[in-house]
């Protein structure tokens, strides 16, 4: 597909923050998700009608939206007054919703190639709600071929059955919300579970034979200190998991921190400033190297490459179907970016009506297509000219000639044959050097 050269760009790249401010930081998605409207809810629509595009592979990702408690930090859609009737109901109207796509042509035939049961808690689910959701689902689209079964789980709600259960149902990668290790810092980020829980809940996961662990951490977070953050990185690295995922702590709109902020009157978080984050996850990523470890995205170390592959996370990046079900979550399906009905009541009620639950989407236009999978590709560290060329039609180095010089500049990318590639500093901050790929009209614009 050959792609125009996008509107010119002001060759610069955005001013780096020191102080965190509240807003969101992390790219997850391009064009930005305030110009997904209502208006574009037919194009998804139609886009389900289509027989899928060559070589496109397909994934599911399911919303979870329930926890036993909700962190200061949290901005996903979650819910912590739902009783085990409503749980249920919810089971049935995403298994109505994924039933109404695995009966679209889009679907191809194919099935999915990975499934993401994220959250919210998908470990809240009951061993009963957990079988009912997943056999449900493989008899509308199975799981047999799939690389990939990523679970997120947080510590408390593991007992030793569910655990077995949750490895039962196929489970590949087992993805833990420790976030961090000393009980202080658990209880005043407003998160539920203690390092004991963690303790039994790792131990456990590892004996019944889970074929990859990932634990997440987050550099940051409320009273977090070097000390702190030092002894968190050491017990990380003495479980050994088969793959860590750091954040840096952000501040979003709909959090309880920037709620307290707001009664305050403060403009800045009461959370560690940026260059403190990026030089603490540094610090993390250099003790998980020295440990055999190989960073292989802004945010993830390895302990084999050669096992460990993020298949979800790839796919996404290179443009795979993910017909994403639940309430809030968000689908890319035939080049249609979508989001469904971000509150529970009418996430329901759509699909009790037999209404599609979908709230807003957008269609991107090619040149949008490149800017979001160039942008994406790049928080892995270096992307390949070649694979553009082929993909697209024109090398990126073409494509985003302004943009590219402007990172060359700060010293962070260079250009080594058919390698774009980021240093360490860049890859730590590389959520706001690629803003410098965003078209003149979508510059400065809210993320989320």
């Known amino acids: 597909m050959q792609v125009g050269n996008p509107k010119p760009k002001p060759s610069v790249v955005p001013p780096l923050q020191t102080q965190t401010t509240v807003g969101n930081y992390f790219v997850t998605n391009y064009p930005p998700y305030a110009f997904w409207k209502p208006d574009f809810v037919p194009e998804l629509e139609a886009a389900l009608e289509r027989p ?127 976030e961090h290790f000393d009980d202080h810092i658990l209880e005043i980020n407003g998160r539920a579970h203690r390092s004991k829980e963690i303790d039994r809940a790792y131990a456990f996961a590892r004996a019944i034979g889970f074929p990859q662990i990932n634990i997440d951490l987050i550099a940051g977070m409320v009273e977090e200190t070097e000390e702190r953050w030092r002894e968190t990185v050491a017990k990380a690295v003495a479980l050994a998991p088969d793959s860590v995922t750091i954040y840096q702590m952000e501040v979003p709109y709909n959090t309880t921190i920037y709620q307290r902020m707001k009664a305050e009157g403060r403009l800045v978080a009461p959370v560690a400033d940026w260059d403190t984050k990026r030089a603490w996850v540094d610090h993390a990523f250099r003790e998980f190297e020295r440990a055999g470890y190989a960073v292989n995205s802004t945010s993830t170390v390895v302990k084999d490459p050669a096992k460990t592959k993020f298949v979800y996370r790839h796919q996404l990046f290179a443009g795979a179907d993910l017909a994403s079900v639940g309430v809030a979550s968000f689908g890319h399906i035939h080049g249609v970016h979508y989001q469904n009905h971000h509150e529970f009541d009418p996430y329901l009620a759509a699909l009790d009506a037999g209404r599609s639950p979908v709230y807003r989407a957008l269609t991107p236009t090619p040149d949008e297509l490149y800017i979001r999978e160039f942008m994406l590709l790049l928080k892995l560290g270096q992307v390949s000219r070649e694979y553009f060329r082929s993909k697209f039609g024109t090398d990126p180095v073409e494509q985003f000639a302004g943009p590219l010089e402007a990172l060359k500049a700060t010293g962070h990318l260079t250009v080594e044959g058919d390698a774009i590639r980021l240093d360490r500093a860049g890859l730590l901050k590389v959520d706001l050097l690629i803003r410098a790929f965003f078209k003149p009209e979508h510059q400065g614009t809210k993320y989320a």
Do not use: N
């Not at 397909?58 to 979870?64: A, P, Q």
């Not at 042509?105 to 099935?111: C, K, V, Y």
């Not at 689910?125 to 990939?148: I, N, V």
């Open 52 to 178: 899928p595009r060559p070589d496109t592979s397909l994934g599911v990702y399911v919303h979870i939206p329930f926890c036993r408690k909700r962190c200061h930090f949290c901005y996903y859609k979650v819910y912590t007054d739902k009783d085990s009737a409503q749980v249920r109901a919810y089971l049935d109207a995403v298994l109505r919703e994924l039933g109404h796509y695995a009966s679209k042509p889009f679907i191809g035939g194919r099935t999915p190639r990975f499934v993401y049961f994220g959250g919210g808690t998908p470990s809240y689910l009951s061993e009963k709600q957990l079988r009912h959701l997943t056999d449900e689902m493989k008899r509308l689209l199975s799981w047999e071929a799939a690389e990939e079964i990523t679970f997120e789980a947080e510590p408390g709600t593991l007992t030793d059955h569910k655990l077995a259960a949750i490895r039962d149902i196929g489970v590949t990668r087992l993805s833990l919300g420790i």
